[in-house]
T-cell receptor, first 111, second 111 residues
Framework: EPEVTQTPSHQVTQMGQEVILRCVPI?????FYWYRQILGQKVEFLVS????????KSEIFDDQFSVERPDGSNFTLKIRSTKLEDSAMYFC?????????FGPGTRLLVL | RKEVEQDPGPFNVPEGATVAFNCTYS??????FFWYRQDCRKEPKLLMS???SGNEDGRFTAQLNRASQYISLLIRDSKLSDSATYLC????????????FGGGTRLMVKP
C-alpha cells in the first residue's frame, strides 16, 4: 500500500537555525499539506499546496515558514529561524482529493 | 473561531464492550467529516469517512447529524488493539482542504 514518507524522523536544532523537513507524498496525489502537533495538543493545519502554489495557510504559517516542491517527488517545509515554540511533531499529508493520508512525522526539538 | 470539540476521556472499557464517542463542530458550512485514529506518538490514520446517511465498516459505525452539527463513532465488540486516541476531523471548506482536528478521545480497552 502506498504511503507518505518523511525524513528525518527526529531533528534537534539550536534556536535561530534553519531546518528543512522533507516529505515524499503518495505518487499519484496532487494535494500536499503540512500539519504540526505540539506535545499534548491538537493537530494543527499549517499549509496546503496544489499546482505548485499555496492554496491555503493558517496564521501559524508566518514569514518564517516556506514550502517547496523542488522536484517531482519531494515536498519540503523550511523554517528559517527556529524558535523554542516551534518544537513539535510535523506531519506531512497528501490527498488525491478530500481524504488525506499522513506521513509518520518529524519530531523537531528546538533548544 | 471554527472549533471541533470532543470529550477527552479516557474511556476505560473491558474487551467486548460497545463504546460511543461524540463530537460537535461549530462551522455549519463544513463539507466533509472523518474519524482518524492516533496511537501514542504516531501519525493520524484514517479510520473512516462520515456520511450523512451514516456508514459502517465492520465493528465501526459513524453517524453525522448536520442539523445538530454532531458526529458520532460507535465501536462494537472492543478489542485490546482498539486502544488509541480517536480524532474527530472536519474539512471546513474545499478551497484548501484544510482539516480541523478535535483534541481526541482516548480509549483504553482492558482485558
Amino acid at each position: 500500500e502506498p504511503e507518505v514518507t518523511q525524513t528525518p524522523s527526529h531533528q534537534v536544532t539550536q534556536m535561530g537555525q534553519e531546518v528543512i523537513l522533507r516529505c515524499v507524498p503518495i505518487s499519484n496525489h496532487l494535494y500536499f499539506y503540512w500539519y504540526r502537533q505540539i506535545l499534548g495538543q491538537k493537530v494543527e493545519f499549517l499549509v496546503s499546496f496544489y499546482n505548485n502554489e499555496i492554496s491555503e495557510k493558517s496564521e501559524i504559517f508566518d514569514d518564517q515558514f516556506s514550502v517547496e516542491r523542488p522536484d517531482g517527488s519531494n515536498f519540503t517545509l523550511k523554517i528559517r529561524s527556529t524558535k523554542l515554540e516551534d518544537s513539535a511533531m510535523y506531519f506531512c499529508a497528501s490527498s488525491a482529493w478530500e481524504t488525506q493520508y499522513f506521513g509518520p512525522g518529524t519530531r523537531l526539538l528546538v533548544l | 473561531r471554527k472549533e471541533v470539540e470532543q470529550d477527552p476521556g479516557p474511556f476505560n472499557v473491558p474487551e467486548g464492550a460497545t463504546v460511543a464517542f461524540n463530537c460537535t463542530y461549530s462551522n455549519s458550512a463544513s463539507q466533509s467529516f472523518f474519524w482518524y485514529r492516533q496511537d501514542c506518538r504516531k501519525e493520524p490514520k484514517l479510520l473512516m469517512s462520515v456520511y450523512s446517511s451514516g456508514n459502517e465498516d465492520g465493528r465501526f459505525t459513524a453517524q453525522l447529524n448536520r442539523a445538530s452539527q454532531y458526529i458520532s463513532l460507535l465501536i462494537r465488540d472492543s478489542k485490546l488493539s482498539d486502544s488509541a486516541t480517536y480524532l474527530c476531523v472536519v474539512n471546513q471548506d474545499n478551497a484548501g482542504n484544510m482539516l480541523t482536528f478535535g483534541g481526541g478521545t482516548r480509549l483504553m480497552v482492558k482485558p
